[in-house]
């Protein structure tokens, strides 16, 4: 047995436990870090810190706290909230506690979150503020088993007429209570936290349903404390990490990171406010960091258009140092894999160093100066925005994983990473490729089943423990696996011609700077038409710059200009496509899509169903007139 296996078939029961040989390892080393916004509501935020002792002295309140509410074992907490330092404490209290916790985007409207209450029967709700409070008291008559609601800005913890006793306090009071049980019983905590078992219940996380209602995806408590250890084994993270966290934790994205983290001992720097994001980089400085592809390809768009601006000259010297960046990225990568050295031409390495100082090195600061890795994740990150970052030093590593594996199943060495494909599997996780393409997955990570759904469950996980993902991909000889799409999303046209529609989304992403997200059609259909919606700041200010006005979007949008504009990025990416693949027609849409109306899920995936539904008149009048066969 090597070094890494032991580590990984000797790990702890339980994060829990992880958590508390942490604290008693490095008890005065920083933990989290946190934005304090100013006494005065106006200026920059300042910066908090908490070591690894102040941090468990909270999550042992908080635990010891549920546990004076009669939280048992198993039983569910609710977490409603952003991501905020308080998001991470309370997880891990709910944990520390014995209990489960079921996380909630805070996004989600007052009718699913009711539902995910009653579905997961959560005891206990924390909830982030006021607002996320009255969707629990909206639907209160149909939630009797909530027996409690923890809010934890104070202001919005005020109970109101018609709340039963006790039924709402804030975080604060919960914390002092449960100051005062660990007075009378030091032990209580930790007592649950050996009582731990492998197989228990530790998170129930609702899938982001691109199509119908979300399943609870039950993950006991060793797939979080094999995430832990598999993480730590990969060499990806270092003790002396920085890591800049924004991603919802309540996705099993945001959750891995926060395990991965507690395994390391790294610093966290924990802010979940997504416009915040370019202002806290500079001020972070993280060294590694984790994304969804829609922020990259949002800093790509957005230094394009910076470089636009500056004039026709400017611009041109991005174009240029772009083709070169990816050129530097795809002739590396692929030296590397054939001769180990990632030495390339002197030309090219020439141009590289010209290219690196004119406009490389400006991108690597507005990341703070020190990323030494990204990981991207949740969906398909376009190969060209890839190369480019990977050519300008900015080291973006693919990975892969569902909710139902713990997230992190596979991910990209650093030292070996090669863009477009997701890595490696982790340590302990075994891989197939299924006869119709389907990528099987095995392993510590992998899901008990799907909440209070035998027969769900029994469709992808079958009794020898393969989980059935529903992705199809392929494996390079050397294990790199390479996902094409999703089963149920291939689309095969009316002449039996199938399509991969992320591939061709990715690659018009990748070719069109104006673009903030696109639906490709055409299933049963004789050719592929696309839904195209536009990143709004960017379009205003271009149509400021050619006399469009620039002020209201729909009327941007519906110009002709606008609709020339894309068509010549249309064209530009059908001469690389196959011709059964290429976009005969579009459609521009008149507002971008997103998570309030439903087209979106919470981590920026695409709900295909509900686009083609809301803009079905559109889709049909692109193919009106024709014979369908």
Not at 135 to 148: M, T
Not at 302 to 315: C, F, L, N
Not at 599 to 620: A, G, Q
């Amino acid at each position: 047995m090597t070094e890494t296996q032991a580590l990984i078939e000797n790990r702890p029961p339980s994060v829990a436990t992880i958590f508390l040989d942490r604290v008693e390892a490095t008890p005065d080393a920083e933990a989290y870090r946190y934005p304090v916004p100013p006494a005065s509501g106006s200026g920059p935020d300042g910066w908090a810190s908490l070591t690894w002792r102040a941090a468990a002295d909270r999550v042992f309140a908080i635990a010891a706290g549920l546990v004076g509410l009669g939280v048992r074992p198993e039983e569910r907490v609710a977490l409603a909230s952003s991501t905020r330092v308080e998001w991470i404490l309370a997880d891990l209290a709910v944990l520390c506690s014995g209990a489960a916790t079921t996380t909630v985007y805070p996004s989600t409207n007052a009718e699913e979150t009711a539902y995910i209450l009653a579905d997961s029967d959560s005891r206990v709700l924390i909830a982030e503020d006021a607002g996320q409070l009255a969707k629990a008291r909206q639907f209160r008559a149909e939630l009797p088993g909530l027996a409690h609601v923890v809010v934890i800005d104070e202001d919005g913890a005020a109970p109101a007429e018609g709340d039963p006793e006790g039924w709402v306090l804030s975080l604060a009071e919960l914390e002092r209570r449960g100051a005062e049980e660990l007075r009378r019983d030091p032990d209580v905590v930790r007592e649950r936290v050996k009582a731990l078992r492998a197989e228990q219940l530790a998170t129930l996380i609702y899938t982001s349903g691109t199509t119908g209602r979300p399943k609870g995806v039950r993950l006991p408590h060793d797939c979080w404390s094999y995430m832990a250890r598999a993480v730590s084994t990969t060499g990806l993270v270092r003790p002396s990490d920085v890591q800049y966290l924004w991603l919802p934790l309540a996705h099993v994205f945001g959750k891995v990171l926060t395990v991965s983290q507690i395994g390391t001992g790294h610093v966290c720097a924990v802010d979940g406010r997504v416009d915040r994001i370019v202002t806290n980089l500079p001020v972070v400085r993280p060294t590694y960091m984790a994304a969804v592809p829609r922020i990259f390809e949002k800093v790509y768009n957005g230094v394009a258009a910076r470089a636009r601006e500056g004039g026709a000259a400017k611009y041109r010297i991005f174009q240029w140092a772009a083709g070169v960046a990816r050129e530097y990225a795809r002739t590396s990568q692929d030296n590397f894999r054939r001769t180990g050295s990632t030495a390339v031409p002197f030309t090219l390495a020439a141009k590289h160093r010209v290219a690196d100082a004119l406009v490389y090195a400006r991108i690597r600061e507005a990341f703070g100066g020190r990323l030494r890795a990204c990981v991207s994740g949740a969906s398909a990150l376009a190969p060209d925005i890839g190369y480019f970052f990977a050519g300008a030093g900015i080291h973006v590593l693919e990975g892969y994983g569902l909710t139902e594996t713990s997230a992190a199943s596979f991910v990209n060495p650093l030292d070996a990473y090669r863009t477009g494909t997701v890595g490696k599997p982790l340590p302990g996780t075994e891989v197939r490729i299924a006869d119709d393409g389907e990528v099987l997955l095995r392993g510590p990570g992998v899901m008990a089943g799907y909440h209070g759904q035998p027969e769900r469950t029994a469709e992808v996980l079958e009794s020898d423990g393969w989980f059935h993902t529903g992705d199809i991909g392929e494996l390079s000889p050397d294990g790199y696996l390479r996902i094409t799409d999703r089963k149920k999303d291939l689309i095969k046209t009316s002449g039996g011609k199938y399509v991969a529609p992320a591939e061709i989304e990715g690659r018009f992403k990748a070719v069109c700077p104006f673009v903030s997200n696109i639906l490709v059609h055409g299933a049963d259909r004789n050719y592929c038409t696309a839904l195209i919606a536009l990143d709004e700041p960017t379009l205003l200010k271009w149509a400021a710059d050619h006399g469009l006005g620039g002020h209201d979007y729909a009327e941007v949008v519906a110009a002709r200009e606008t609709e020339e504009l894309i068509d010549g990025y249309v064209r530009r990416l059908n001469e690389g496509l196959q011709r059964w693949q290429t976009i005969k027609k579009f459609r521009l849409l008149p507002r971008d899509l997103d998570v309030e109306h439903g087209e979106l899920t919470p981590s920026l995936k695409l709900k295909r169903p509900v686009v083609e539904r809301e803009y079905k008149d559109l889709i049909e009048e692109m193919y009106a007139g024709t014979r369908e066969t």
